[in-house]
């Protein structure tokens, strides 16, 4: 287990050119890569849709040691309907803070020295104004659950993840795989857990060799499984296996081996020019304008 790693967290965006200003100006994350893709992707990383579409890693390092975005685009959706699912990533940055104030970008004081910002598309962000770790600045994401116990008993009884803290009273749980990654705060949300169309999907790496025993065991205790083990095909970069599952609450859990990722996800240098060059070619928000109408909403 010490070998697993908490990677990234996959949004759907609907308005690219806002959300990536979001990331870089007012968080201060770089694009690490950019992809576009001419059909949907075997293991729905995009979601059930089989047009065009891009994925955009940002974040404020590599995967290797950050806990990084992936943000995924597509081309003839404007917006997609959030649920009570993801509630929340957390991060200590005063440079955000300032940054948002220098922006004029909303920020709402949820507790002392804790500031709540809204990505477009309505995804909470926490920036706690604190001077930035040298470290990795992204502390938590906080997911919705509707049965606490039996969540963290599948995060860590199933996944194997250690439990830093369980608060009854307020019915929340910090778990996660090493003491210096991003950790998974699991709340319970009172009912039942709504995903809406925006479903995220959170990914962690482990030993390739891990991912056929991780399928058998959720077969064995009976768990869902999306995606069973597969290979996804990146022209140009690594091969890299995947299987993807989903909690006792549907939220979707994408393990992949680590080896091959680690050479998939190396940083690209020109990884901002491509995603600004594609938003330049991107007229569809131009073409929808001009013929009067609205993107579709998922």
Known sequence: ???????HFVFKVGDRARTARFYRELLGMKVLRHEEFEEGCKASCNGPYDGKWSKTMVGYG???????????????????????????ITLVSSQAVS???????????????????E???????????????????????TLGVSNLQKSVNYWSGLLGMKIYEKDEEKQRALLGYADNQCKLELKAVGGAVDHG?????????CAREELPNIEALMKKENQKILTPL???DTPGKATVQVVI????????ICFVGDEAFRELSKV???????????????NSDKWFAEHNMKKVSA
Do not use: C
């Open 268 to 282: 690209d240098p020109n990884g901002g020019k491509l995603l600004d060059d594609a938003m330049a070619a991107d």
């Open 62 to 88: 590599p995967e290797d040691n950050h806990f990084v975005a992936e943000l995924t685009y597509n081309y003839g959706i404007g917006e997609y309907r959030l649920g009570n699912d993801f509630l929340g």
């Open 197 to 205: 169309t925006a479903f995220g999907r959170i990914a962690f790496s």
């Open 1 to 7: 287990m010490a070998a697993r790693r908490a990677l």
């Open 99 to 117: 940054n948002a104030r220098k922006m004029g970008w909303p920020l709402k004081e949820v507790t002392s020295g804790v500031f709540e910002a």
């Open 230 to 232: 597969v290979s996804l």
């Open 119 to 141: 990505a477009p598309g309505g995804y909470k962000f926490y920036l706690e104004d604190k001077e930035q770790l040298k470290q990795d600045p992204v502390w938590k994401v």
């Open 245 to 252: 599952l989903a909690d006792p609450d549907g939220h979707e």
